[in-house]
């Protein structure tokens, strides 16, 4: 079993250099399908949603030349079909990317239904809706989606009823290729729609709009890469790191961050006390007290990023007063407050809102990741409580965090990554 061990109470202290974004990347690896010829990408971060990604690509016919652990040369060229296996794409949620890039190219495109973090019920009605709307047919049956078009899919209008993430960035990967013009109103407005457009438009796409509501396309016939694309920072990894500073009184610069993506965390820190410098690229994240009480809702792009509600919420469990928190947009993301009341947070979690009152001092305890980032608000929880905390289930650790061992170790931290079978395997060779 793998786990990771914590030896608490640490104040971090030191630099912390940021990975490129996976949200980011798991829209842009799909999205070189829709590329004529090979594809670099750099800033790719090493972790297994990525890893499993690129199994994909290779099981659909592509070529990657893996140049360093975040560099890429992608070639789809030899890419001839469009029925991804169950067995790769059930795994993770971005799986379902692939719909909107391999419509792009394929007359016939089947994926499963999209797996990842248990957060709630994950409809796509709006991503099926977009499809049809750009003339194609989507059946869903035997938790497979089936995806087809008997011409070029064909430039409209879309209104998603929802701001959604995955619907906008699916149909920008659709929209690309189309012919005519798209007008996709009521958008997701986050970093990676943007980074995404920004890659799609390097490439000759005509993506216009993207950070705002309305994003509007001009279909291409096709696309060619004429230098290596970067990824945007993890806005999301920064902002994990930038509470464990707040949260263990450190003092730590987050390097190879976009200060203006994290200000919805920033804004909420400096409530909770902390002193906050922003660079360029960069943010020093300093506290010396317990945090004050602070409350926050959960909002897509420029709101509160439902993906730091656990990490924030270990900052509220040790604040001095109450606070709260409400979920907007997952039903089911309040489950890991039961791991932290075993450390002895007192949080009372009902439907989409948390009350946290907080408490002098957590203490350890063996404790299970229910999710990628509810796992990451564990390792922080382990950071500030007193004793050795054994976190579980760290599979979803890793498949967002690179290296996160490594880097909170950096920091002055006293933490292990512990894989038992590994162990047991040296012992028996
Ligand atoms: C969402 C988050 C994203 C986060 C990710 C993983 C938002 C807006 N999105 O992205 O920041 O990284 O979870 O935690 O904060 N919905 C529908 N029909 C659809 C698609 C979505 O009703 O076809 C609903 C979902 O149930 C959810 C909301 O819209 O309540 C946002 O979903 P969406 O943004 O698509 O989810 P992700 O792309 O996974």
Redesign the pocket.
Known sequence: MKKIIVNGPCKLKGEVIISGAK?AAVAILPATLLINGKCHLENVPNISDIRAYYEILESLGAKIDYISDNEVIIDNSNVNSAIASYELTSKF??SYYLLGALLGKFDKVQISL?G??N???????????AFEKLGATVEVKNGNVYASRTNRLKGNNIF??????????NAILAATLADGNTIIENC?K?P?VVDLANFLNSMGANIKGAGTDTIKITGVDTLTQKSSYSIIPDQ?EAGTFMVAAAATCGDVVIKNCIPKHLEPITSKLIEAGASIEEGNSSIRVKMSDRPKAFSIK????P?F???MQPQMCVLLAICNGTGIIVE????S?FQYTDELAKMGADISAHGSTAIIKGVDKLYNAPVYSHD??AGAAMVIAGLIAEGKTEVYNIEHILRGYENIVEKFKKLGANIEYIDDEALQGDKNA
Do not use: F
Request: proline share 9%.
């Open positions: 949200n949620r971005a999209p990842g973090c957060l709630g019920a994950r409809p796509i009605d709006q991503h099926i809706k998603l009823d929802v701001v959604s993430v995955g619907a906008t960035i997701a986050e990676h999301i959960t909002m897509p792009y709101g990023p439902t993906d907007s947009i997952w039903e993301r990628l980032r």
